[in-house]
């Protein structure tokens, strides 16, 4: 059955918020659908073909028991090919992924393990479906088995949330599905480091097609912005630019906020990645415009694919906080749009999950378009790595003097 975005409703209703009551809300379902609500199809095919480089739509079907279960269990399913063109010498490297966005699943005042457990159950069935379609490497959301809590700068209970990269709740859990679908899983969480005095960390834990954490990476970049009082909590990543070598193609991930530095993306792409997940939490009025810049320009630079995934939902906290802002206290974080997407090295992109709902969107990569890309468009040959390198030693020099060429 081939799934099209467009045809689901423009504005979202009513919603259960996380105090556990039904709320009003006028979100737009996704810019997608609002889109396509508003083009003919022949308007809407040169909207594709223009925009987001889709010389055709490329769906994918889905099984009709998977749609019954996206529909039964409240999250929008969609699937996309990207195909590259064939080679003589090479055979093509088909890959699937699958990014799951999701809300939380029970207010934020219930028991921490209550909280974690909403989440897996939720997760399961999208990872089910995922398996069911043949995905082979899944990416979850930045922190994707708790809310958002970093907003609020308590630490309790929420670092209670924080686990081990190599045996946590989470890992187990995800470590089991694995092996059962012989898929890698990326597990963006809240980690705790026992053996480095306790300390916390926003981890991406890379679990093999075999059940084993191959190695993990940490947020190399934390913002400090609106509510995102993430140094409260932990410090930049110490892990560098880790590429994964898994079965599936060498992948690597960039968490959040480090999608707003370019040499974060470079580095990930000098390192040799084929696929870079960028596992996020942000929300509207804040980054909204920029979700779309972003990842779809890091891989047109790095000619390599991009997979952007941000939560979802409005998540409310028991005690007020402020923003810094002069403007009075309040118990919301603001509303996570969702609106993950795929890019491929060329540039064309998929459309967005839902601004409002759990999603899983599944796109069917050819790994052989990254080297065609760069023989194409010559990036990596013309990058001038070495000029950069040149440029930036000397620049973080404290006596640097900026090259300023000023008038007489
Ligand atoms: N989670 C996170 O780093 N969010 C920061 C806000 C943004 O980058 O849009």
Known sequence: MLYDPGKGPRLSCTYINNLGTMAASNE??????????????????????????????????????????????????????????????????????GIIQNSIATPTNKPIREQKQGIFNKILKII???????????????????????????????????????????????????????????????????????????????????????????????????????????????TGHPVFQTKFGKIAINICYGRHHPLNWLMFGVNGAEIVFNPSATVSGLSEHLWGVEARNAAIANSYYTCAINRVGTEQYPNEFTSGDGKPAHKEFGHFYGSSYVTAPDG????????????????????????????????TMTQRLDLYANSLHKAVQPDYEQQIIRPN
């Open 348 to 379: 064309s992109r998929t459309p967005g999950l839902s601004r409002v709902k759990d999603g899983l969107l599944i796109a069917q990569l050819d790994l052989n378009l990254c080297r065609q890309i760069k023989d194409k468009w010559g990036f």
């Open 28 to 97: 737009i379902v996704s810019i997608d659908s609002l889109v396509s609500h508003s083009l003919s199809d022949s308007d809407l095919d040169e909207f594709n073909r223009i925009y987001y480089g889709r010389k055709d739509k490329h769906s994918l079907a889905i099984k009709t028991e998977n749609i019954e279960s996206a529909d039964h269990n409240n999250f929008e399913i969609a699937a996309y090919d990207f195909p590259a063109q064939k080679e003589e010498t090479r055979s093509p490297r088909i890959v699937r992924v």
């Open 128 to 238: 089910n479906a995922a398996a069911c379609e043949g995905v082979n490497i899944v990416c979850l959301q930045e922190a994707w088995s708790m809310p958002f809590v970093f907003c609020t700068r308590e630490k309790t209970p929420w670092c209670e949330f924080a686990e081990s990269a190599t045996d946590g709740e989470s890992v187990q859990f995800l470590k089991e599905l694995a092996v059962k679908h012989g898929m890698v899983i990326i597990s963006p969480i809240l980690e705790r480091d026992e053996a480095h005095g306790d300390t916390i960390w926003n981890t991406a834990v890379v679990i093999n097609d075999c059940g084993k954490v191959i190695g993990k990476h940490r947020k190399n970049h934390i913002p400090r912005v609106g509510d995102f009082n993430e140094s409260t909590y932990y410090f930049e990543g110490n």
